[in-house]
């Protein structure tokens, strides 16, 4: 608004919302409202099942809830013996983990053929869609930029409001071999109306993985290397899927429980993944150490490493937002591990890149930093890094852009909302609908002559 009348109204109903706004916070424990969905202990209220994935961070032992190391299942499967079995055998592995969260079992060698070529045959876009969609008011954001696209894409296709599981599953695997080209085509975009760079767009290759064709698509001479590939399979596997309760996979529920289209379902969970709190926590992890090593003067002291620690959560450093990006996780409490599986390539790729300085100061913060919130903070369960500790410093060692890492997020995380909305529609549950209690209090009409 640059109206100056507007922006006082504004400004002056702004104050009164924070004024009067706020619900008094003794009420949520009165009322035993489980704020977040979530209990004091971080775990969650339970509203569905699920067969398509497991998270493990609890033992019960004597009716007590022991944290233990964290453990992820894709299908019944633990996400570390998945990856693996695909990396001993050197293959890429996420075409094949999407097999397993939307079929339910690991393909044999006739049924990854089958469904990479699907892939592969659903790899492009409609004519002049890169044109008259991608580039027509790019946005700043590359977020909104796919949002926008998935939202068009409905005028493609010839079924968009057939919710049956063979409709909903034709659009599943589509938009999965898609989103790889909405993401980097949007930042190409980007880059090129608002940075002022060369505007690059690569057809991705027949025969190359969706990460290899990530790499070959972004950077403008589109060579990579084998172990960059690797890693950048490996994040979108790790990142495929995580139950039905973390934010984006909810809205996903949420909104499908309402017999909504595929691509409406779709952009409300980009629009949760953008957010800070979620999909967009890896970029403030790099923006985060990127403070750091500017204002540390020995990357190697750890009591000035605690220091800055310290001022993180007394919200005197960064951003001021009193968190240590990357630490702790709404479900995993002594590990998540994402990050452990992570961890044994962030090493290898830091000396290759050589950057080896900075991951270990990243081993650093990872040691410290638990127990610097567990002396400053009140904590009900255990703290350690979660995958987006390491994941924006690997993005950041490919040379991908900022503007892409939450993108890339969706691009592997297509697959697990795909997987959580056919589950939604098979079993045909009822709109999600949960209550809020009302804490204000009934009062008269006031006629308008009488409100002075």
């Known amino acids: 608004m640059e109206n100056e009348s507007d922006n006082k109204f504004i400004e002056k109903y702004s104050k009164l919302l924070l004024e009067q706004g706020m619900i008094d916070n003794e009420l949520y424990g009165k009322y035993e409202v489980k704020r977040g969905l979530r209990d004091i202990s971080g775990k969650g209220v339970l509203v569905g099942l699920t067969e398509i994935s497991e998270i493990v961070s609890y033992v019960i032992e004597d009716g007590d809830m022991v944290p233990c190391e964290g453990k992820l299942f894709y299908r019944g499967i633990n996400i570390q013996k998945i990856v693996q079995g695909f990396m001993s055998e050197n293959r890429f592995g996420f075409e ?22 699907l892939i592969q045959n659903n790899m492009e876009l409609p004519d002049n869609f890169v044109r008259d969609t991608i580039m027509n008011s790019p946005s700043k954001n590359m977020m909104n930029s796919l949002a926008k696209s998935v939202l068009t894409l409905y005028a493609f296709d010839n079924n968009p409001d057939d919710i049956s599981v063979e409709n909903v599953l034709r659009q599943s695997i589509s938009l999965i071999a898609r989103f790889s080209l909405l993401a980097v085509y949007g930042y190409q975009s980007f880059s090129h109306y608002h940075e002022n760079k060369s505007l690059v767009i690569h057809t991705p290759q027949s025969g190359l993985s969706i990460a290899e064709n990530v790499l070959f698509m972004l950077r403008q001479d589109s060579s990579y290397t084998a172990f960059e590939a690797q890693i950048l399979d490996l994040a979108l596997v790790l990142h495929a899927e995580h139950g039905g309760g973390n934010n984006s996979t909810f809205t996903n529920h949420v909104v499908t429980s309402s017999h909504t289209d595929t691509y409406s379902a779709v952009v409300a969970s980009l629009g949760s993944l953008k957010g800070p709190r979620h999909g967009g926590a890896n970029i403030k992890v790099v923006q985060m150490f990127r403070d750091m090593m500017e204002n540390l003067k020995d990357w190697d002291d750890d009591d000035e490493i605690n220091a800055y620690l310290e001022k993180l959560l007394n919200r005197e450093a960064f951003d001021r937002a009193g968190l240590i990006y990357g ?14 599986i992570f961890r044994q390539f962030v090493e290898q790729l830091a000396v290759e890149k050589k950057r080896n300085d900075e991951y270990l100061l990243y081993s650093k913060v990872e040691t410290l930093a638990p127990q610097i919130i567990s002396k400053v903070r009140k904590i009900y369960k255990g703290v350690s890094a979660n995958i987006d500790f390491y994941s924006g410093f690997v993005y950041s060692m490919l040379d991908l852009p900022e503007e892409l890492f939450t993108p890339l997020f969706a691009v592997s995380r297509i697959a697990g ?26 009062r008269p009409y006031v006629p308008f002559k009488d409100r002075g």
């Open 96 to 117: 094949e983990t999407c097999f397993l969260l939307l079929f339910g079992h690991l393909p044999n060698s006739s049924e990854i053929k089958d469904f990479s070529a």
């Open 327 to 340: 630490m702790g996780h709404a479900v995993y409490s002594l590990s998540d591990p994402r990050a452990l």
């Open 417 to 442: 909302w795909g997987a959580h909305r056919l589950e939604e529609l098979v079993n045909n549950g009822k709109i999600i609908r949960p209550a809020y209690k009302s804490v204000t209090k009934q």
